[in-house]
């Protein structure tokens, strides 16, 4: 690996709605490119959102109009591969905006590497995890309990992963979870039949993403709002 993918900076963005996120990856992500700031890891909770990736088909959303109107959930269609999921609060969201130069040029490799992040984080809770050969993303006990959907350009990824945590399980049950008709969705809340802490959550991931990606996790004292008005006015490199 590249020494100058030794390092990532870490924003918890807290509980945000979907579009402002979306936005805010974009925006990160052209960044990126331009390599113009470092690897990011952002991680949050959304309101309730269904979203759907490149290969959905609209008919595994089951909820009408009317149903989501009274829900609250939003839609969209977005740039990411996979089918249609859920996000709300309770589950751990994660995008990492990587420059895959820095580490390897092999996206089927990033993908797996972020399972095995989930898979260890889940193994510190004593949850075996496992891969599917036929459908990305973490299971137990042939349930699923972490999406993952990405997005590559320029080798600079967008995106990324969903963990089950204190998740409101019912909320599946308005859809056809990355279109897989016979597999039931999972939490660690579930598992353990308890609500865990989110936070500390949070922390075991970013320790299994430095170990999978052999990488520095930094939380940067400013915030990723400040990032972003940096590059408004000054064309300047941006490092944590």
């Known amino acids: 690996m590249n020494s100058q993918g030794s390092h990532i900076a870490v924003f918890n963005l807290g509980l945000t709605d979907f579009k402002s996120t979306w936005d805010l990856q974009r925006r990160l992500f052209q960044l990126r490119v331009e390599n113009r700031i470092p690897d990011i890891l952002l991680l949050n909770e959304h309101r309730d959102v269904y979203t759907f990736g490149k290969a959905s088909d609209q008919n595994h959303l089951l909820a009408g109009q009317e149903e989501l109107g009274r829900t609250g959930a939003e839609v969209f269609h977005i740039d990411r591969g996979g089918d249609v999921t859920y996000h709300g609060p309770g589950q751990l969201v994660g995008y990492p905006i990587l420059n895959l130069e820095r580490h390897y040029l092999d996206v089927h490799r990033y993908l797996r590497d972020l399972e095995e992040v989930l898979i260890r984080t889940l193994g510190e809770y004593g949850i075996t995890g496992t891969r599917d050969g036929e459908y990305t993303g973490v299971w137990v006990s042939g349930e699923k309990i972490a999406a993952i959907g990405i997005r590559v350009s320029h080798w600079v990824t ?15 049950q308005r859809i056809i979870p990355c279109g897989i008709f016979h597999r039931g969705v999972t939490s660690l809340g579930q598992l353990l039949r308890r609500r865990l802490d989110q936070e500390e959550v949070s922390r075991i991931v970013v320790s299994k993403f430095e170990e999978v990606f052999g990488v520095q996790a930094r939380r940067p004292a400013y915030s990723v709002g400040h990032l972003l008005d940096k590059f408004t006015t000054a064309n300047e490199e941006c490092r944590p």
């Open 158 to 172: 967008m995106h990324g992963f969903a963990l089950n945590v204190n998740t409101d399980l019912a909320r599946f």
